[in-house]
C-alpha cells in the first residue's frame, strides 16, 4: 500500500458525458502528478500540482482538466468524453520538489467510455 | 520521449536471481536512476534508486557504471509475483516521470 489513494477504482460511461477521478495523496506530500495510461500510448504524464498550484503540463488535453484543494486533494477532471480516452489513470504524490523526492502511486481508476 | 533503452523481455527461473539492464546514456548529472515496476495493471511500485553508486534495499539491488550511462536492477531471488513489467527512469526531482516500454519479466516455476 503506497498511502496514495483513489476513487472511484472502476468508472464505466459514455461518449459524450463528463467524470471526475479523485486522488488523495500521502500523508504530507505537496506534489500531485497525474498520468494516463492507454494501451496504445504507454504511462504518460498529463499534469502537476504542488500545494494547490499548477507546475507542468504533460499530454493533456483541453477537454480535460485538474485542481489541487486546500487539504492537498486532487480532482482530474474529464469532459465531452471519446471514446479513446478510455484508460487507465493514476496519480502520485511526492513531497516536494527537491532531492530524492520520490513518486509513489496510487492503484489507479480504471475508466471505460462507451 | 523515453530517454532509456531496455530489452523488451526477459525470463527468469524462480529463486534465481534477475538482472534487468538499462541503458541511459544521455543521462544528466543531477538525475537520479528510479526503477519502477507494474504488476498486471496495478499502479507502478517504486523499487529503487541511485546516482553513482551501488545501492540495496529489501527489494532490489541496484547497480550503476562508473560513468552513469547504465544501470542493473537485480532480484536476488525472484519470485512469481516479482513477474511484471519494469521501467528504468533517469529522473529530476519535481519533474514528471518518463516512461518507456520497460522490460516484462515472467518468472516461472
Known amino acids: 500500500d503506497s498511502g496514495v489513494t483513489q476513487t472511484p477504482k472502476h468508472l464505466i460511461t459514455a461518449t459524450g458525458q463528463r467524470v471526475t477521478l479523485r486522488c488523495s495523496p500521502r500523508s504530507g506530500d505537496l506534489s500531485v502528478y497525474w498520468y494516463q495510461q492507454s494501451l496504445d500510448q504507454g504511462l504518460q504524464f498529463l499534469i502537476q500540482y504542488y500545494n494547490g498550484e499548477e507546475r507542468a503540463k504533460g499530454n493533456i488535453l483541453e477537454r480535460f482538466s485538474a485542481q489541487q484543494f486546500p487539504d492537498l486533494h486532487s480532482e482530474l477532471n474529464l469532459s465531452s468524453l471519446e471514446l479513446g480516452d478510455s484508460a487507465l489513470y493514476f496519480c502520485a504524490s511526492s513531497v516536494g520538489l527537491r532531492g530524492q523526492e520520490t513518486q509513489y502511486f496510487g492503484p489507479g481508476t480504471r475508466l471505460l467510455v462507451l | 520521449d523515453a530517454k532509456t533503452t531496455q530489452p523488451p523481455s526477459m525470463d527468469c527461473a524462480e529463486g534465481r536471481a534477475a538482472n534487468l539492464p538499462c541503458n541511459h546514456s544521455t543521462i544528466s548529472g543531477n538525475e537520479y536512476v528510479y526503477w519502477y515496476r507494474q504488476i498486471h495493471s496495478q499502479g507502478p511500485q517504486y523499487i529503487i534508486h541511485g546516482l553513482k553508486n551501488n545501492e540495496t534495499n529489501e527489494m532490489a539491488s541496484l547497480i550503476i557504471t562508473e560513468d552513469r550511462k547504465s544501470s542493473t536492477l537485480i532480484l536476488p531471488h525472484a519470485t512469481l509475483r516479482d513477474t511484471a513489467v519494469y521501467y528504468c527512469?533517469?529522473?529530476?526531482?519535481?519533474?514528471?516521470?518518463?516512461f518507456g516500454k520497460g522490460t516484462t519479466l515472467s518468472v516461472s516455476s
Open positions: 527512469i533517469p529522473y529530476q526531482a519535481g519533474t514528471a516521470l518518463i
